[in-house]
């Protein structure tokens, strides 16, 4: 099995707003979780090993480019093996990351460096929240996760689907 590649630090926020909205439905028995899209129109669905040494997603960023993606970060502080500060998280709660990403045409530290702009001008430490994100990417560079096979193609929108 191969090693994961390290994920923008961008995704670190995406699994923050996961976890706060509440979007990640884990299934301990199964060994999986279904984790809802910041837009609501995808769930992906993520898979781990009995010791969680091994994991997938079908997230695009995890099956298409290699890097632990948002579902995976989400599903691993769900779990408590990312910790991460509460009220941070809350602060990320409601965003959607979709609708960010496509207004900086899917530049991840652009559309960080607006959330954090957003965030500050509601009374918000800036420097506290990149603190606490550079925390939890130093976890995510000790977890030494394998992949576990691919499973399903990525999901498309839900409103792509209803159109067929």
Do not use: C
């Not at 909205?21 to 993520?46: C, E, F, H, P």
């Not at 207004?103 to 509601?122: F, G, M, P, R, T």
Request: net charge positive; glycine share 6%; charged share 25%.
């Amino acid at each position: 099995m191969a090693d994961w590649k390290l994920p923008p630090k961008a995704k670190i926020y995406e699994a923050l707003s996961a976890v706060a909205d509440g979007r990640v439905a884990l299934s301990i028995d199964d060994n999986q979780a279904g984790v809802t899209s910041s837009s609501g129109t995808k769930t992906y669905n993520v898979m781990w090993n009995d010791d969680i040494s091994a994991i997938t997603s079908n997230d695009n960023a995890s099956y298409w480019h290699g890097y632990l993606g948002y579902p995976i970060l989400a599903a691993l502080m769900v779990q408590k093996k990312l910790q991460y500060d509460k009220k941070v998280a809350e602060l990320m709660a409601g965003i959607n990351w979709k609708q960010v990403n496509r207004q900086h045409h899917n530049n991840y530290d652009k559309a960080v460096a607006h959330v954090l702009k957003s965030l500050e001008e509601k009374g918000a430490d800036a420097g506290s929240i990149r603190q606490e994100v550079d925390r939890i990417f130093a976890q995510i560079e000790h977890l030494g996760l394998q992949k576990l096979s691919r499973i399903k193609r990525p999901p498309e929108e839900h409103w792509r689907r209803s159109k067929h």
